[in-house]
């Protein structure tokens, strides 16, 4: 069987058994046929050793590869190779052993209280600017991941309990709360949703204005609008919020572990594993610290 052959079997593998996205798959197989094309003739990926396949990822370092990308191409070969050892196709993994070179972590881009209370200081009625303000606090409110957000329903929102139900990475749920501002901005958007057509979109939280669940790339797209309007000095974009919550957080509470439960991270940047802690310190953490959660006290 031809080498070729392999790699359809394994991208077809990697779609209906894995159920890996299109996007995963596609960079993978351009990766794997990167390497063979790079190997000597007339060796082909099926027959490489170890060897062959260090030298390919130090010559694709010397080129300027990144780190990240020399990771990505590790990767792909790894899970290539582990394939074929399944199949009965080759009897080691070459790339078994081999390592990317360390990968640089940067610290995340944030705004100050300052810029993000500027962002988020929109004003008028029309249903889309109070679409997106209500997008726009709901993130720097809950730190959310825009997947996570992009996916709310309706239900998600806990108005009595000042929480959201949340479904993050690996199907992992958890409950965040939110603070009285973005309640405030999440009614008022409501009260316009209900106006609107939207059978194309269930019960979907956030919509467009044809009706249909709000796209990851039109939440990215009105946030950058947003941050022109606003003259930021910074580019806006879903993460930059999210960075920003979990920086003003953990600037107040100093407590990294609740944290950490709030965004759903396994683990944040140099620090270890969170413990669990129980829901009712996280709301204290979050009702203590967060510039956004305050109740107006003249309305208590």
Known sequence: MKPTDWQTIFSQHLTSERLLSAYTVRNYMFELRRVDAILAEPTKLIDATREQLQSVLARLHRKGLSPRSLALCLSALKQFFDFLLREDAVTVNPAQTLRAPKQSKPLPKNMDVDAVSHL???????????????????????????????????????????????????????????????????????????????????????????????????????????????????????????????????????????????????????????????????ANVYDSAHPRAKKDKGKE
Not at 215 to 231: C, F, L, P, V
Not at 238 to 260: G, I, Y
């Open 120 to 282: 988020l200081s929109i004003e008028g009625d029309d249903p889309l600017t109070l679409r997106d303000k209500a997008i726009m606090e709901l993130f720097y409110s809950s730190g959310l991941r825009l997947a996570e957000l992009a996916s709310l329903d309706c239900v998600d929102i806990k108005f009595d309990q000042c929480e959201v139900k949340v479904m993050g990475k690996g199907s992992k749920q958890r409950v965040v709360p939110i603070g009285q501002v973005a309640l405030t901005a999440i009614k008022t958007w409501l009260d316009c949703r209900n106006q609107l057509p939207c059978t194309e979109a269930g019960d979907a939280l956030f919509v467009s204005s044809q009706g249909k669940r709000l796209s990851h790339r039109s939440i990215q797209a009105r946030m950058a609008k947003w941050g022109q309007e606003q003259t930021m000095a910074v580019k806006v974009y879903p993460h930059k919020l999210r960075h920003s919550f979990a920086t003003h957080m953990l600037e107040s509470s100093q407590d990294l572990r609740a944290v950490q439960e709030l965004l759903g991270h396994a683990n944040l940047s140099t620090t270890q594993i969170y413990t669990s802690l129980d829901f009712q310190h996280l």
